[in-house]
């Protein structure tokens, strides 16, 4: 599985996106999402699944634009 980092704007910010993705439909063994501080650690098989993460942080004001874009980038 590949992994990529997704920081957010704070610590509290990061646990509201894995709260929100933690039993998403997309998460299972293949996709996971989980805490380190201020960023959300997504182990991913497929690669929408960082996406919609991203894409979803930055959309709700829990990650930059430009974190996410660097996300997007990356994938």
């Known amino acids: 599985m590949t992994e990529i980092r997704l920081t957010c704007l704070t ?5 509201a996106v894995v709260d929100e ?9 293949s996709n996971t999402v989980r805490q380190d501080g201020s ?3 997504i182990d ?8 919609d ?5 930055a959309e ?12 997007i980038a990356r994938l």
């Open 11 to 15: 610590p509290d910010a990061a646990a």
């Open 44 to 51: 991913y098989f497929d690669k929408r699944w960082p996406l």
């Open 60 to 71: 709700q004001g829990h990650a930059s634009d430009s974190s996410a874009a660097f996300v």
């Open 21 to 29: 993705h933690a039993e998403y439909f997309g998460a299972g063994p």
């Open 53 to 57: 993460i991203a894409e979803w942080a």
């Open 39 to 41: 960023d959300v650690v």
